[in-house]
């Protein structure tokens, strides 16, 4: 057993997440016992969160700071909150001052990520000093296209925090050009709000805009993000069929996720508003049927 942990320790250091997990499996195996103990749930669920299982991940580190609160637990919880969609609780961000040192002696292949996610989690709060030495470390292994759009994303959010308001655009901007999948998605995303957010576009430009993204990032809190913010601009600029179709497919698909509460009361708010308070009148009696129906 404890041949095969370090083994697991040594596979994740080496990018092999999901090895990692299959050597945990054969050891949980040998004694079932094993799943409930801190080490292991803490090893495995890194290894989860390295190998994009982020539900899973944050269950086995919640559960492992649960049985042993150590520090280098709760930056684990706080990246995986953060991969998760989540804001990161009070005791994980009060780890983040120790991650500064601890993160920057893992080996390349976790450090990373991790770091890129720690600094989300720091920007998100407001933790500027953390944010900016985090994002150092994660540039020093960034070198594909992913890795250095999320570090261009995460300056923008940073320096719209601070109001450089031309800064961030610039940054997100870039951060959109150099992935044109993950990236282009959420870089796209924060750049319209922020433009809506400064009147220098129209809600229905907006809308426009996140429609053509809709369809870039599917299968995580991304997708709910922009699902979510176009349906509430749909509903804004009286476009209520897709509005509530949009915001329908949005909490059908992430109901857990943080949002998908209020994004149902808008969609009983615009129907109530439809049918109660005449908005349905402006529609013809068989658009107002149809919708009636459907919702």
Do not use: C
């Amino acid at each position: 057993e404890r041949l095969r942990l370090r083994l697991s320790q040594f596979l994740l250091g080496q990018g092999f997440a999901v090895e990692s997990i299959g050597v945990l499996q054969v050891a949980a195996q040998h004694r079932p016992e094993l799943v409930k103990e801190p080490r292991f749930l803490l090893l495995r669920g890194a290894a989860q969160l390295l190998a994009g299982r982020v539900g899973p991940a944050v269950d086995d580190l919640q559960k492992a700071r649960a049985a042993e609160p150590a520090h280098e637990t709760g930056l684990w919880v706080a990246a995986a909150q953060t991969a998760a969609g989540e804001f990161a609780d009070s005791a994980a961000l009060a780890s983040l001052p120790l991650a500064t040192a601890i993160v920057p002696s893992y080996p390349a292949p976790p450090r990373g990520p991790l770091a890129v996610l720690l600094a989300e989690a720091a920007v998100v709060a407001g933790r500027e000093d953390e944010a900016q030495r985090l994002m150092t470390v994660a540039k020093q292994t960034a070198t594909g296209g992913a890795a250095q759009s999320r570090l261009a994303y995460l300056e923008g959010r940073r320096r719209e925090s601070r109001g450089e308001i031309d800064e961030a655009i610039a940054a997100y901007e870039e951060a959109a050009r150099l992935d044109p999948r993950r990236g282009r998605a959420q870089a796209q995303l924060a750049l319209t709000q922020l433009r809506l957010r400064q009147g220098r576009i129209s809600a229905a430009e907006a809308a426009a805009v996140l429609e053509g993204l809709r369809h870039a990032w599917r299968g995580d809190a991304l997708e709910f993000q922009v699902l979510r913010e176009l349906g509430r601009l749909q509903l804004e600029t009286g476009n209520y069929a897709a509005g509530l179709r949009t915001l329908k497919l949005a909490v059908s698909d992430y109901a857990t996720l943080p949002g998908a509460a209020e994004a149902t009361q808008w969609m009983a708010a615009a129907f109530e508003s439809l049918f109660l308070d005449g908005g349905a009148d402006q529609m013809s009696s068989v658009a107002a049927l149809g919708l009636w129906d459907e919702f």
